[in-house]
């Protein structure tokens, strides 16, 4: 795998000197639109010995989005059995805006459908990737949404809600081509099928009650799945990284009552460590976090506790992150990036590598109102 992810970046670095990222399939620019079925999310499971592709399209002139469904021993051989059973439209792949792996097929290992990713003239490398937790992708291609909303309407609102928030990021591609050519591990987002919020009509009307919702990151190595990190965790990878945006500490106040604490931003710092022989002996890593009181049950709460009660929550979270990127023996985190150390070396070293991680809050704004007009 780890010759296929360095073959897979330089395939990518050669489509980037022929072709820009955001061009279009060069078999399909002449074709008129109406003759096209514009694929928008691709899902891909295991299915014996190959795989299953499930399809959704835009929808035209009013109507739903298409949904398709086909097997195959390669992508290649999928895609055309679908093209087959499409009343003679070209399937449309350059604007495709999804790409959804079932967790069966993450864990099996994702080097065909990333091989053909590069090597394809429709797809582009800067499509974004989605791991489904707990189910198979078709699942949600396939069943999401009703006659208006599908699993494209509901991936757009999971990247939307990532983008302005800290505990989750949209990976590529390219992006994960690089990060497993660099460090032999990457973070995919995760997603789960959730009960929508109107899953009653959604039920009486016959359509499936069910969305997409961002759930933490799923972690490859080798290109592989090996775990995954819930939203919780997310956060920490958010502060490790530099991803910091949005996101929410529920912490308790004095007398046991809840408080929702809003980080709005952060910094973090790495500073390794060397012995007398220039080799790593220890990490530290010293976390700051901007915060303020967004809602408090009692109020009043002294501030001093409450960052308190935030920092341990915070630390809590990074170490966790630490510890399971140890635990997996996998840097996806970059950090021998982040340090300038050979990957190699630094892989080694990682699993026993001692650490020493500090946190701190910088609380504002606690909304004491008592007195206030």
């Not at 399209?57 to 009013?62: A, E, I, N, Q, T």
């Not at 086909?70 to 070209?90: D, K, M, P, Q, Y």
């Not at 912490?251 to 809003?262: E, H, K, N, R, W």
């Amino acid at each position: 795998m780890k010759q296929l992810a360095r073959s897979g970046v330089l395939a990518l670095y050669i489509i980037i000197m022929v072709l820009p990222l955001c061009g279009c399939g060069l078999r399909n620019q002449a074709r008129e639109l109406d003759q096209l079925l514009v694929v928008q999310t691709m899902g891909c499971d295991l299915g014996g010995p190959g795989l299953v592709l499930s399809l959704a399209s835009v929808g035209r002139s009013g109507a739903p989005p298409e949904r398709l469904l086909g097997s195959g021993a390669s992508v290649t051989e999928a895609l055309a059995r679908i093209r087959a059973g499409t009343n003679e439209e070209e399937l449309f792949c350059a604007h495709l805006g999804h790409l959804l792996i079932g967790q069966k097929a993450a864990e099996e290992g994702l080097g065909p459908l990333l091989d053909y990713v590069c090597r394809s003239g429709d797809l582009r490398l800067s499509v974004p990737l989605y791991v489904l937790r707990g189910a198979e992708a078709q699942e949600a291609v396939l069943g999401t949404g009703d006659g208006s909303f599908g699993a494209c309407d509901a991936l757009d609102a999971v990247d939307a809600e990532l983008r302005r928030r800290g505990d989750g990021r949209i990976t590529t591609a390219a992006a994960l081509l690089r990060d497993l050519a660099r460090y032999d591990s990457a973070l995919v987002c995760a997603v789960s099928l959730r009960p929508s919020a109107d899953a009653d009509r959604s039920a009486e009307a016959g359509a499936s009650p069910y969305t997409l919702v961002p759930d933490g990151y799923a972690v490859l190595k080798d290109g592989r799945l090996c775990g995954f990190l819930d939203r919780e965790q997310a956060l920490g990878v958010g502060f490790l990284s530099g991803n910091t945006g949005l996101a929410e500490l529920v912490v308790t106040d004095q007398a046991g009552l809840p408080v929702t604490i809003s980080l709005t931003g952060g910094r973090c710092s790495t500073e390794p460590q060397f012995d007398e022989s220039s080799a790593l002996r220890s990490l530290l890593i010293h976390v700051e976090a901007d915060a303020v009181v967004a809602e408090s049950a009692a109020g009043g709460t002294e501030p001093a506790y409450l960052q308190t009660m935030a920092e341990r929550a915070l630390s809590e979270r990074i170490r966790q992150v630490l510890q399971l990127s140890k635990q997996w023996q996998a840097d996806f985190l970059g950090l021998s990036g982040k340090l300038d150390l050979e990957p190699t070396a630094f892989a080694a070293r990682w699993p026993s590598l001692p650490l020493t991680v500090s946190v701190s809050v910088r609380l504002s704004g606690t909304g004491d109102v008592e007195g206030a007009p």
